[in-house]
């Protein structure tokens, strides 16, 4: 079986490096750290990149679409939220990094990146519904 080169590219939003630049910086280090190796091993390790994602129930309904928002442990005390979206076509595949948050923030930051990441979907929901 023949693997396939696959481009893994990472793109952060403003939000994640505004809380990146918060961090001490052995807290960055082990953060981007963390990150990099996860995108290193992806198109060799894909199954266990997977395993060390957990993906967070949505506390919405996106209209029965599966979401693609994880959450990675960078530290003891701290996670990464981030999508992974697999691009067969291109091959390539992309971390979007959106937060860094202490673990006792996590809900709060999760639930308010899911709501503007899938504001489309909840907003074509209440349309739907409003009209039956």
Avoid at 7 to 21: A, H, N, Q
Avoid at 60 to 71: A, F, H
Avoid at 84 to 98: A, K, N, R, S, Y
């Amino acid at each position: 079986m023949a693997v396939r080169n696959v481009d893994v590219l990472i793109e952060s939003t403003r939000s994640f490096e505004k809380d990146l630049g918060r961090l001490s910086e052995d807290e960055k280090a082990a953060t981007i750290k963390k990150i990099n190796d996860c995108a290193s091993l992806f198109p060799t390790k894909k199954a266990d990149i997977y395993h060390k994602l957990h993906r967070l129930a949505l506390p919405l309904d996106i209209n029965g679409y599966e979401s693609s928002l994880y959450t990675l442990r960078a530290s003891q005390k701290l996670r990464v939220i981030l999508t992974v979206d697999e691009d067969p076509i291109f091959g390539q595949v992309i971390f979007t990094l959106f937060r860094v948050v202490k673990h006792d923030d996590l809900d709060k930051a999760y639930k308010g990146v899911a709501e503007s990441l899938y504001q489309g979907l909840l907003h074509h929901n209440r349309e739907t519904a409003r009209f039956s």
